[in-house]
Nanobody, 130 residues
Framework: QEQLVESGGGSVQAGESLRLSCHGTKYIGHSKCMAWFRQAPGQEREAVAAIHTGEGSSFYSATVKGRFNLSLDSSKDMVILQMNSLKPDDSGLYFC???????????????????????WGQGTQVTVSS
């Protein structure tokens, strides 16, 4: 089973930017969805962004909309999460996830639960200091 390979992450000050990448050849294409989840200590894993890897439409949680951008680089079989204007609350372990199904129905983002995704990366740490 092909793995999802994450890269990026690190420690920054509030207001700065970071970029996360997730490579997964098998998960790029029609009716496939890749997403980024984050998990802070003692909290549940939450979806922050997702992208339909066939058509490129993306979706965002209310907490990151306008600051994060998730894009598809088909030539490299990867998705890229650009995180701008980072806040201390954005800190956590970020996971890339994938599922062989669309992210949405009629433009409405439906796959936001951890249980909606069957394939996961190992996680990469993001720490934002105030």
């Amino acid at each position: 089973q092909e793995q999802l390979v994450e890269s990026g992450g690190g420690s920054v000050q509030a207001g700065e930017s970071l970029r996360l990448s997730c490579h997964g050849t098998k998960y790029i294409g029609h009716s496939k969805c890749m997403a980024w989840f984050r998990q802070a200590p003692g909290q549940e894993r939450e979806a922050v962004a997702a992208i339909h890897t066939g058509e490129g439409s993306s979706f965002y949680s209310a907490t990151v909309k306008g600051r994060f951008n998730l894009s598809l680089d088909s030539s490299k079989d990867m998705v890229i999460l650009q995180m701008n204007s980072l806040k201390p609350d954005d800190s956590g372990l970020y996971f890339c996830a994938a599922v062989f199904a669309p992210c949405d129905v009629g433009g409405r983002w439906i796959r936001q639960r951890e249980s909606d995704f069957g394939f996961w990366g190992q996680g990469t740490q993001v720490t934002v200091s105030s």
